[in-house]
């Protein structure tokens, strides 16, 4: 026995991406794991419409992913998107913003379910995971080592000897915690909302739209997206201001919800046939910023994934920044195994200023995508960085593609995107093309950045299919 199941029952409280990969590194370490889920298996039954159907896969996911053994079970369900698709107003013209230079520099489209189930299925492969359903953690007692559960089966008390909140945005292990530990949380609203709907597949169940690219409907203070779905739909995401013009407010009828639609997104809207009942009956779901501080509570408790640090969609890190804080985890229980309190603060000093630096690169491309996408001045800079990149690769990659292609710590991308940033502006400056770019002194001044750091080897570029 080692230091972690001392104490009583090791015990994992939500089964999302999250806390189904934690548990198979805590098996996978020799420890008997409970995991209780509020919801009861999604591997028997139907998810509620508009909840984020499907998410981007990139490189920072996919490691723990190729840890943990089920990357070939995953390549089967995803869909890659090479670029964006670009929709502007009053054009049926599409544009492709390639992600990369290279082929396996796409993201992946995966079904939240579908990757769940795959989780959820190698946690009770391991022997040592037993997953209870429809357990809703209420409370967690410090003091008594206990936790309180509602179940269909009336109210239980279980005993605890460490507790990892994995229970997302609104942990309740992370609200027990912050009333014992002295820690503190701010959440930060966007002030804009988003609400999911489907674009059907064609008559022979074929895409209606190129599967292999991230649609956006860039609109300035509001946004389309649409991700495809290996079935030959596509979940698509209106992303908007809560109030105000243009806002979710003044979507309030059937008519108004059409016309909005049929003005802004013409081609989504013609090929939605069930547009306003899908709009009234799917969620209206609300975006915000989770910082805290204090993820841990002695050797009793630590919150990780969205429990401790949930961001906005806009980068499409949320999930594969929450699976990566599972395996470094596990990397700090296994370099401190008897001395768990030491292990969760130094998984907390390490990882916070990562989890706040995508964060604030999150928010940015949310501007990125709803406005910059369209502006010539972006759009050069962006060229730009992506031929400097193929001049000098081993010095310089475009922010995006260090976040979604690398397996660079978030906070090291954030510092040299904004190195880089500066070089890209003093290299555009009055000009608008590439062709009358200065290569000489962008040699020089991509020249005095650090060398790009080597990738975890686990970051094989083959892990997932490209085509
Ligand atoms: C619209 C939208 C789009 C997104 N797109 C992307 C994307 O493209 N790529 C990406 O990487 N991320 C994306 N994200 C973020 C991503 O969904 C989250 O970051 C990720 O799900 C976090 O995983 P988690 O396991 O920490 O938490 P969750 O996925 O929230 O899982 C928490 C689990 O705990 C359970 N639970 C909650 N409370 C309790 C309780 N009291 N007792 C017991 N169980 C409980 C829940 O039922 C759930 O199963 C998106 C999010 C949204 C909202």
């Not at 608008?432 to 750091?453: F, K, M, N």
Request: charged fraction near 20%.
């Amino acid at each position: 026995m080692t230091a972690l199941d001392e104490r009583g029952p090791v015990v994992v409280v939500g089964a999302g991406p999250c806390g189904s990969v934690l548990s198979i590194y805590l098996a996978r370490a020799g420890h008997d794991v409970v995991l209780y889920e509020s919801r009861p298996d999604l591997r028997r039954g139907d998810l509620p419409a508009g909840r984020s159907i499907n998410l981007a896969l990139a490189t920072h996911g996919i490691i723990p992913l190729v840890d943990i053994g089920v990357i070939e079970q995953v390549d089967s369900i995803t869909v890659p998107m090479k670029g964006r698709m670009i929709h502007t107003t009053g054009s049926a013209e599409l544009t492709l913003q390639p992600y990369g230079n290279l082929p396996h520099e796409v993201i992946h489209s995966i079904s939240r379910v579908d990757l769940n189930a795959i989780l959820l299925d190698a946690a009770e492969a391991t022997g040592r995971v037993r997953i209870e359903f429809e357990h809703r953690l209420d409370n967690v007692d410090f003091e008594q080592s206990v936790l309180s559960f509602t179940t269909p089966d009336g109210h239980r008390e279980l005993p605890f000897g460490v507790v990892f909140g994995t229970d997302g945005a609104g942990s309740e292990v992370r609200k027990a915690m912050l009333g014992v530990n002295g820690g503190a949380q701010r959440i930060e609203p966007v002030g804009h909302d988003y609400k999911e709907l489907t674009l059907p597949s064609g008559p022979a169940g074929e895409f209606i739209l190129e599967p292999k690219a991230l649609h956006i409907w860039p609109r300035g203070e509001f946004m389309l997206i649409a991700l495809a779905n290996p079935g030959g739909d596509f979940t698509v995401t209106l992303f908007a201001p809560a109030e105000g013009p243009d806002g979710f407010g003044e979507l309030d009828s059937p008519e108004r919800v059409r016309s909005f639609f049929q003005r802004e997104f013409p081609d989504f809207a013609s090929a939605t046939p069930d547009l306003e009942t899908q709009f009234f009956d799917n969620p209206t779901g609300h975006l915000a910023t989770l910082r805290t501080r204090g993820w841990s509570h002695g050797h009793q408790a630590v919150v990780l994934g969205d429990a401790a640090h949930a961001i906005v969609p806009f980068h499409g890190q949320g999930m594969n920044l929450a699976m990566e804080s599972a395996r470094i985890l596990a990397r700090h229980l296994a370099d401190s195994s008897h001395d768990i309190a030491a292990a969760f603060t130094s998984f907390e000093a390490e990882r916070k200023p990562h989890a706040e630096a995508i964060a604030d690169m999150t928010l940015a491309n949310y501007v990125e995508m709803r406005a910059d996408v369209l502006d010539p001045e972006y759009l050069l800079k962006r060229a730009l960085a992506l031929e400097l990149e193929r001049r000098h690769p081993d010095r310089l990659s475009p922010r995006y593609n260090m976040v979604m292609f690398s397996s660079m710590p978030y906070s090291e991308a954030q510092h040299r995107a904004s190195a880089q940033a500066g070089i890209l502006v003093a290299l555009t400056h009055d000009i608008t093309s590439l062709a009358q770019v200065d290569y000489e002194r962008a040699a020089a001044l991509v020249g005095e950045l650090q060398p790009l750091p080597d990738l975890d080897p686990l970051a094989r570029p083959d892990a997932l299919s490209v085509t």
